[in-house]
């Protein structure tokens, strides 16, 4: 973690090794742009996933346990995790370049569903409920 924090700093008189402004340029693709996060120490598919919608790149899905409790829950999928996760993957694919914002709009809205509108929430009572196996 602490060297993948470095790179972001420039040091030594040398510029940052990673660009930001390139990862945030809309001529950068989301391919070339995720090709890269994966490329750098500790980051997988699923951090790429999940640092893309945070760059406001929304065309890749960070699916972990709670979309398979999703895909079960709320899309009624039934069978494996792998086959799930592949079925969310396929479920989302229409959505483009806004797959990570359509499924987190959905899972959102199941959210607000069992546990009321977000602005009222009490962090310390809803708070502790967001994992999967509370929800």
Do not use: C
């Not at 792998?82 to 079925?87: D, E, F, L, T, V």
């Not at 797959?99 to 987190?104: A, E, G, I, N």
């Amino acid at each position: 973690m602490v060297e993948l924090a470095k790179m972001f700093v420039p040091r030594g008189g040398r510029p940052a090794e990673v660009d930001e402004a390139w990862l945030t340029d809309p001529a950068t693709t989301d391919d070339e742009a995720f090709g890269f996060l994966k490329s750098l120490p500790g980051i997988g598919p699923y951090a790429a996933g999940n640092i893309m919608q945070l760059l406001g790149r929304y065309s890749r899905l960070a699916l972990d346990s709670e979309s398979l409790r999703h895909g079960k829950a709320v899309l009624g999928m039934k069978g494996t995790d792998a086959s799930i996760m592949k079925r969310l993957a396929a479920h989302y694919e229409p959505f483009g370049e806004f797959r990570f914002k359509s499924y987190w709009f959905e899972i959102w809205d199941y959210y607000e569903t069992k546990r009321g509108v977000s602005h009222n929430w009490d962090r310390e009572e809803v708070g502790s409920s967001f994992t999967a196996s509370q929800l």
